[in-house]
């Protein structure tokens, strides 16, 4: 999603905010642009494309302010172009934002009605021009903007600046994320801590309906009724926030690689020292009195929870719904005072998913969330937060941030069980044993690429594929899938195995790659039937099992991946890295953006 940054120094911010900006690039862009004010005049440099495009209109023709914003566009309203892109400027005011304007439409036709002219597509060009108007009525910059946040509907991140005034940026949000770093005599504004980690570790996460006036020596907030508000300071360290490829090619791949560490990492913080309890760092969630456990996430943050849904039925015996965010608030959910809610977000600022929360939280039941941004909003909103502890993830596509929701998960899941007396100590301990395992049957699986980039040599000239599989790796073939498409643009489904016969069968022929998950120890048989099934008809069978699984499958198939053999309740973690590997190396073969793929925004923070 959009990314936008501002600051106030005593030099030139051009470099400054050029490098923040880099680092917003995992939100994923389309299109980039910095205004500065020197001289008492607003100077502003957009491009469509990467920030190299802006760096080279830069470097003809330079913005060499103290004061500055930028931003880079995930276009939602106007297509990619030098007149949507960001900062806009009317008048005596420039803006960047992040987040819609619902209500532009509205307010554009009142501005063209009074005389006003729109040169973008933009629902933000709106708010500068609402701002202008405000500042010519003989409104100071703070009454402008206050009065400007009174007519927006909608979910943002603004930032302002104003001509003639070079030690002044306004920044307000409602429903988008919003840091304020601190420096001396130097501030700083973003959306993200990443923007701003090479420049302080000192940050203040700006509350919800809040706006901020900064200048070089400090920043003041308020909340929209112009109440000033208290603030604190957080200390980051900025090695957490660190973004670097550590020599890989993509951050994907590297993330992929870092899962092992990274689940090793949660684990000690969810486990007692001798392995035999499952502790959680912070209130404790009260399964034992709920009837009902709700389960609520967007995209790959929605497939763990799916996995979890199998989870906590089966061991815990927790009666779970699995909701998609954007669905759950329109489907009107029957909630009672007995039922749970768990939300699962890599940022917590996912719009739809943070709608979600404040829904259930609104019906006064216990909230969970699943997060990696412990300062997050939907962290600071919840009952309960569950760090998955997964450090900085750049690529688009969700590899250690998924593994990780997912071990975070299952330690809840066998919390419930332990408080509902499913499951004894000594049962406690056995799982607690195999989660323990997972780090070293992850390296095994890395192990093996080379055979995975020589599947991918041939997979990757596929238009459509199939995933297939059963139980609780059914949500993996739909993950599978989603990988495959977001990063590589090849057409993917995925299936429950049993029910290709219904339908989705009719897609089987030569041409048509299926990819199936079957390890040897959960619905086997069953699952194999359905692979006799398709190649039957012509498949082309991928067919990702242990050694076991693998001797045992009497039929040809096209390609096959044999995965170390594990135990049922960890195959989920497990299987997600042939998902990830398949797409990667697909996408290699494809030669797309893996890191940024066309189209996508690593955080949606707009429904």
């Known amino acids: 999603m959009c990314g936008i940054v501002g600051i106030i120094g005593s030099t030139s911010v051009q470099s400054s905010i050029i490098e923040a900006l880099e680092k917003l690039e995992y939100r994923g862009y389309d299109s980039a642009g910095i205004a500065t004010i020197s001289e008492n005049e607003i100077l502003c440099r957009r491009s469509v494309g990467k920030l190299s495009c802006l760096k080279n209109e830069l470097s003809n023709a330079p913005v060499l302010g103290k004061i500055g914003i930028g931003h880079t566009r995930w276009a939602t309203h106007g297509a990619p172009s030098i007149d949507n892109a960001h900062p806009h400027q009317v008048g005596k005011v420039a803006l960047v934002h992040n987040g819609i304007i619902e209500n532009y439409n509205e307010l554009k036709a009142q501005i063209i009605s009074e005389g006003g002219i729109m040169v973008s597509e933009t629902d933000t060009e709106v708010v500068a021009a609402f701002c202008n108007m ?28 104003f001509e003639g005034n070079e030690d002044l940026i306004i920044a307000a949000r409602k429903g988008s994320p919003l840091v304020v770093g601190w420096g001396v005599e130097e501030m700083f504004v973003g959306s993200d801590a990443i923007a701003l980690a090479h420049l302080t570790n000192q940050l203040t996460y700006v509350e919800e309906e809040n706006y901020v006036v900064i200048s070089r020596k400090e920043a003041k907030f308020f909340n929209f009724e112009g109440k000033e508000q208290p603030s604190k300071k957080v200390f980051v360290n900025s090695e957490s926030v660190l973004v670097t490829k550590s020599g ?18 949660a684990l000690g913080s969810y486990t007692s020292f001798d392995r035999k309890r499952i502790l959680l760092p912070n209130q404790i969630p ?4 709920m009837d009902r456990l709700i389960i609520s996430a967007c995209g790959t943050a929605f497939l763990a929870g799916h996995v979890a849904k199998y989870w906590f039925e089966k061991i815990s015996g927790l009666p779970s719904d699995i909701d998609i965010a954007s669905e759950f608030r329109y489907r009107e959910p029957i909630i009672s005072k007995k039922t749970g809610a768990i939300f699962v977000s890599q940022s917590g600022e996912t719009a739809d998913t943070l709608a979600a929360l404040r829904m259930a939280k609104s019906n006064s039941i216990e909230t969970i969330v ?42 809840l899941v066998i919390e419930a069980a332990r408080q509902r007396k499913k499951i004894s100590p000594k049962q406690e301990e056995e799982f607690i044993n195999q989660l323990f395992a997972i780090p070293r049957l992850i390296n095994e699986v890395l192990s093996r690429e080379n055979e995975i980039i020589n599947i991918c040599s041939e997979l990757a000239n596929a238009q459509d594929i199939l995933f297939i599989a059963r139980g609780p790796l059914y949500p993996l073939a739909l993950e599978g899938a989603l990988k495959l498409k977001e990063i590589s643009y090849i057409h993917a489904e995925g299936y429950a195995a049993g029910e290709l016969k219904h339908g989705p069968i009719a897609l089987v022929d030569s041409s048509v790659p299926i990819i199936c998950f079957a390890p040897s120890n959960i619905l086997y048989d069953k699952t194999t039937s359905n692979i006799h099934e398709v190649i039957a008809r012509g498949g082309k069978v991928i067919l990702v099992s242990d050694k076991g699984g693998l001797s045992d499958f009497k039929g040809d198939v096209w390609k096959s991946f044999e995965m170390p053999f594990s135990e049922p309740f960890i195959l989920p973690i497990l299987y997600a890295l042939p998902a990830q590997l398949l797409a990667y190396y697909s996408a290699i073969e494809k030669g797309t953006d893996v890191d940024q793929p066309r189209n996508l925004a690593k955080s949606v923070t707009v429904e």
């Open 134 to 161: 405000f500042l010519e009525s003989g409104m100071s910059p703070e009454e402008a903007v206050s009065s400007t946040l009174g007519q927006l509907k909608g979910a943002y991140a603004l930032c302002f600046i």
């Open 248 to 265: 890989y090619r993509h951050f994907m791949h590297k993330e992929i690689n870092e899962q092992a560490s990274v689940i090793s990492y």
């Open 370 to 411: 699943v997060v990696n941004s412990e300062n997050s909003t939907m962290a600071r909103e919840s009952d309960i937060i569950m760090p998955i502890k997964a450090g900085v993830e750049v690529g688009v596509a969700s590899t250690k941030a998924f593994t990780s929701q997912l071990l975070v998960l299952a330690a």
């Open 286 to 289: 009260s399964f034992a009195k």
